[in-house]
């Protein structure tokens, strides 16, 4: 079974560009979290899906993050225009939905390493 | 509101030795609680999870932790570190209603281990 793949990696960008960054979870997971880890501190959590629906984006910065995960299935996180303190690692993470706590019992992508120059 | 502190940025210990990762957390309710790991280039892990029942939780790699209620503890140990136990170790509380999954996450305890 595939685990979560993110891509890109690694990625460089000038302030103001846009970027995005793509999630494909564990298939047959409907949970799907997005993370991000800034430089020299605790990973924090942005949002989750459940299939194509927002449960949760109460951690999104600003409204420069857009999230979305069409159909259910892989998510995007486009961030337009990015800025210097955009910079980090992006975590992605699924589980299965279901009552009570599965949806604790979340796989990690590698991660993509956003730099913004 | 709800919090993880790892006190320890770094740890070294040698291989073969003990280890004892710290966590605390500040939560109002019966917290869930979990250990992550990540290694180099790779996603986090989970290590070992406590829900509820026995405060003792065992988990993969030979990890074990242990839920201390009053000292609002879920400190990670491991009897004998090996080479490749070293990684950063994560902490982390579930917040929100049960089926939401939403993750509280510490700082990071960076293991070294010395030949």
């Known amino acids: 079974e595939a685990g979560v793949t993110q891509f890109p990696s690694h990625s460089v960008i000038e302030k103001g560009q846009t970027v995005t960054l793509r999630c494909d979870p564990i298939s047959g997971h409907d949970n799907l979290y997005w993370y991000r880890r800034v430089m020299g501190k605790e990973i924090k959590f942005l949002l989750h899906?459940?299939?194509?629906?927002?449960?949760?984006e109460s951690g999104m910065p600003n409204n420069r993050f857009l999230a979305e995960r069409t159909g259910g299935t892989y998510s995007t996180l486009k961030v337009q225009p990015a800025e210097l303190e955009d910079s980090g690692v992006y975590f992605c993470?699924?589980?299965?939905?279901?009552?009570?706590?599965?949806?604790?019992?979340?796989?990690f992508g590698p991660g993509t390493r956003l730099t913004v120059t | 509101a709800q919090s993880v502190t790892q006190p320890d940025i770094h740890i070294t210990v040698s291989e073969g030795a003990s280890l004892e990762l710290r966590c605390n957390y500040s939560?109002?309710?019966?917290?869930?609680l979990f250990w992550y790991v990540q290694s180099p280039g790779q996603g986090l892990q989970l290590l070992l999870k406590?829900?509820?029942?026995?405060?003792l939780v065992q988990g993969i790699k030979g990890f074990e932790a242990e839920f201390k209620r009053s000292q609002s503890s879920f400190n990670l140990r491991k009897p004998s570190v090996h080479w490749s136990d070293a990684a950063e170790y994560f902490c982390?509380?579930?917040?929100?209603?049960?089926?939401?999954?939403?993750?509280?996450f510490g700082q990071g305890t960076t293991l070294q281990v010395k030949p």
């Open positions: 406590y829900f509820s029942g026995d405060t």
């Open positions: 982390a509380v579930g917040a929100g209603s049960s089926n939401t999954g939403k993750l509280i």
């Open positions: 899906f459940v299939k194509e629906s927002k449960q949760d």
């Open positions: 993470a699924s589980s299965h939905w279901e009552r009570g706590l599965a949806g604790y019992e979340q796989y």
């Open positions: 939560y109002g309710a019966t917290p869930y």
